[in-house]
Structures are given as structure tokens and as C-alpha cells.
């Protein structure tokens, strides 16, 4: 059975930094598209970042409203995916999911990941 648990989220300051992780058990990330997407209230749930591990090398993706400021990242021996979130937006004000695809691709759409953790909320003060 997989399993995804997000961790590491809270409330902070406008330029503070937050460390996000994802912690999965019944899966093996390097199989998988890992990524993190994010719902604020009354809002769609968006693509943040995805990391394939392809050949041995790890890819990554950004949205354009991230890019820059986040950094998605894994340990492939702790089957955990992160993501590094500094100069922090209230606009960042979301929960944030961890999802996997099986397969090695990118993708932006919901719709592709098969399993999702319960998220984690992230609160910027202004």
C-alpha cells in the first residue's frame, strides 16, 4: 500500500524560508514522477515543481511563479522528496500536496498523479 506524508509545513513571515517533505513508504521514488502542487482557498489545485529521476540523473520542472524561490529535491535511500521554499509570498498561502506518477515524464495536470498525500498548510504572513 503507498503511503504519503507531508511534513515541515507552518506559518511565517513575508522572506522567511520553509522546508516541505514528503516521506513515502510502498513505493520507489526513482520509478516515479515525484511533485508538489498546492490549493489556496476557493482555488484550483496548481502545479509548484516535479522531479523525474531518469539515467541516474535527477530532472526538475517549476512553475513560473515559484521558479527561483523553490527548489524541489530528493533522497532516493530515504524514498523522501523536499521541497525548499524561501523568500516566501503570502500569495504562497496554500496547502501543499506531495503526488507521484508512476512513470518517468513531466506534468503539470493533477490528473496524471496517482497517489497524494493529506498536504500540509503553508501560511505567509504579510
Known amino acids: 500500500q503507498v503511503h504519503l506524508v507531508e511534513s515541515g509545513g507552518g506559518l511565517v513571515q513575508a522572506g522567511g524560508s520553509l522546508r516541505l517533505s514528503c516521506a513515502t513508504s510502498?513505493?520507489?521514488?526513482?520509478?516515479?514522477?515525484m511533485g508538489w502542487f498546492r490549493q489556496a482557498p476557493e482555488k484550483e489545485r496548481e502545479f509548484v515543481a516535479t522531479t523525474t529521476w531518469n539515467f541516474g540523473g535527477g530532472a526538475t520542472n517549476y512553475a513560473g511563479a515559484v521558479k527561483g524561490r523553490f527548489t524541489i529535491s530528493r533522497d532516493n535511500a530515504k524514498n523522501t522528496v523536499y521541497l525548499q521554499m524561501n523568500s516566501l509570498k503570502p500569495e504562497d498561502t496554500a496547502v501543499y500536496y506531495c503526488a507521484a506518477a508512476a512513470g518517468m515524464f513531466y506534468s503539470a495536470d493533477p490528473n496524471d498523479y496517482n497517489y497524494w498525500g493529506q498536504g500540509t498548510q503553508v501560511t505567509v504572513s504579510s
Open positions: 510502498g513505493l520507489t521514488i526513482t520509478r516515479y514522477t
